[in-house]
């Protein structure tokens, strides 16, 4: 099913997605890769504040390329999920609520993800360039020193993605590859 979205991503919301739907998201979504995910989490371990609101959240998984002269941001395209997936569970524990970048989760995200109402969107890797042309506004807003894994604030218009893992542990990428392989025993 395809769904127009507009963000933040409240639990209500949260629970209207499923796995496979196509969504296209329009509003606030913040990056942060390992090291930025990184220093959050170790924030949140002293008692300190995240340098932004959590609640009901979505954070690109992106390290964006430099901007060039004209354009908002450089390419954006998703990295691999993999790399945060001992932080999801803390992020999403302080109000986190969607996910966007490409391949598997660890079980404890899954986990988390039912615990606390979470989705992962997957976003297409290798269209970081066509990626860049749905964000219209890139605001550095913590961790400079981390370069393309600082903390930013992007606000998006009609971003593509698709619901890898609804906020029920429905995953495509187990539950599609299963019926995919199914049709295929079928004379």
Do not use: W
């Not at 981390?146 to 593509?160: F, K, N, S, Y």
Request: charged share 25%; glycine share 12%; proline share 6%.
């Amino acid at each position: 099913m395809e769904k127009h979205i507009t963000l933040p991503l409240t639990e209500e919301l949260a629970a209207s997605l499923h796995m496979g739907d196509t969504v296209y998201l329009t509003g606030e979504i913040y990056t942060s890769r390992d090291a930025g995910h990184k220093r959050m989490c170790e924030a949140l371990a002293k008692g300190e504040e995240l340098p932004f609101d959590p609640t009901d959240a979505t954070i690109y998984y992106v390290g964006p390329t430099p901007a060039k002269p004209g354009q908002v941001i450089g390419s954006a395209g998703p990295t691999t999920s993999g790399r945060m997936d001992a932080y999801a569970p803390t992020m999403m524990s302080v109000g986190a609520r969607g996910m966007i970048g490409k391949g598997e989760r660890l079980p404890e995200v899954v986990e988390a993800m039912k615990k606390y109402h979470g989705v992962y969107f997957g976003a297409v890797g290798g269209a970081g360039a066509l990626l860049a042309k749905c964000i219209k506004k890139a605001e550095l807003i913590a961790y400079e020193d981390l370069g393309a894994e600082a903390l930013r604030r992007l606000t998006v218009e009609e971003l593509p993605v698709v619901v890898v893992i609804d906020c029920e542990g429905n995953n495509l990428y187990r539950e599609g590859r299963k019926n995919y392989l199914e049709k295929e025993r079928k004379p």
